[in-house]
């Protein structure tokens, strides 16, 4: 374990138990930090401060959480928020922030969070899209419907129900339904890569295998998943350590989200200039984004720090920077 780590746990254990569960307590809890790069542990500490000075505070909790999600410490961060939430039981953000850290590994613990949390946030269309979500995992169809419609109803912007709506009627051989709602999605965003994938599937099953080809074309041209505006479920904690700013650049890579992915790589540049994997990626980003002079400066750094790096080389001169 690092000095760093080290003195974190003395810190905190000395004024507070080890909460060794995911389930509420008085205690803060801390994960395994022996691992992880000194500037996260770093972002925790502050975390674990500021909630020191004001344990009181469901806000302070909260942030907490968001650091320890930044941090894929998922049971860590439900205890914070199901902190917060015992602090605020009036509000619908805990509940639902909660349910979205259970919501791959315990899809049916967090229905339950997202129904607590609807009582607080009936208008909210992006509650009722992750209820749908988590009803079609547990099988639950018919709900998971009703779901999907409310949330079309309080967003007509979105693609997301419309197009939740039209995998079930695929789910179930129901065609025609699938495909009207799935061409609503489209017509709602013309790049919801789902929507496509569906009816590609769709049309195939009702011999438009010309549709179908175009639809499964335009999904294989799109990122596979497609972002979702959801304001309350976003962490207000980015990443730190250039671990987990590259696994955050390597997730908006591969949904698209370009000039994010490449902020996140350079940000994970400036906690290990070496890591040339990095590099490689944030320079192909760049190209991609015609910021060729940005590309030809990051290669040429990366240079003087290894001179005899053959991939760094052979990327300057396709670029013409020799």
Known sequence: MSTRAKALLVLVLGACSRQTSDGPGD????PDLARVDPDVVQAVELAV???????????AWGRLGARYMAHEFEREARACFRRAEELEPGSGVWPYRLGWSLFDERPEEALGCFERAREKLEDYAPLHEAMGTALVRLGRSAEARDAYRRASELDETSAHAET???QIALSSSDFETARVHL???LARDPKHAEAHLALAQVYLALGRTEDAE???????????TTQRTDWLAISSAAPAGFRSRTQAGLRLERSGRLPQAAEQFRQALESN????FVRLRL????V????????LTVLRAGLELDPSSRELALELRKLGGE
């Open 49 to 59: 401060e500021e909630l020191k000075g004001d344990p009181d505070s469901p806000e």
């Open 283 to 286: 320079v192909g980003i760049l």
């Open 214 to 224: 175009h639809h499964a074309q335009r999904s294989r041209q799109l990122p596979p």
């Open 27 to 30: 205690g803060i809890p801390i």
């Open 273 to 276: 200039p070496s890591y040339e």
């Open 288 to 295: 991609e984004l015609d910021q060729r002079d940005e590309a």
């Open 164 to 166: 939740g709506l039209g």
């Open 183 to 185: 061409e609503a999605a």
